[in-house]
């Protein structure tokens, strides 16, 4: 069977500066403008991570739609409480669409979309 392995992710936006500012202003992601000949492309710099990115699929019955109810990039976080990054989102033009919810054991999941309309989720493990 061929390797297909995840490798990145495009987030579509009508005003990508906006988009690029909102990021910055919640995660503190820089972006660079990427020269080429099709539409205008920023490239957002995250930090880097050895890990590499995981994926699952999550039935939309039995709950599972309230979490997630469209493709959502799944962002960790670790150091400070998921509620002041969703403060961030709020006052940078996002909208919650979930608080932070405990999920098992395992740590805590929160929703939200960005300006645009994308949906993202935060993931915080247990004792993070």
Do not use: C
């Not at 990508?16 to 080429?36: I, K, M, N, Q, T």
């Not at 309230?66 to 709020?90: N, Y």
């Amino acid at each position: 069977m061929p390797r297909a392995t995840l490798s990145f992710y495009e987030i579509p936006a009508s005003d990508p500066d906006r988009l690029a500012r909102f990021f910055l202003d919640v995660f503190g992601w820089e972006s660079a403008e990427v020269p080429w000949d099709g539409p205008r492309y920023l490239r957002l710099l995250a930090p880097e991570d050895p890990r590499r990115p995981g994926g699952g699929v999550l039935e939309r019955g039995d709950g599972g739609a309230a979490l997630v109810d469209r493709l959502t990039v799944m962002v960790d976080i670790e150091g400070e409480p998921l509620t002041a990054v969703l403060a961030r989102v709020e006052a940078a033009g996002g909208t919650v669409l979930a608080p932070p919810t405990p999920i098992g054991t395992f740590g805590s999941y929160a929703r939200f979309l960005d300006p645009e309309g994308n949906s993202f989720g935060l993931w915080q493990k247990a004792g993070n």
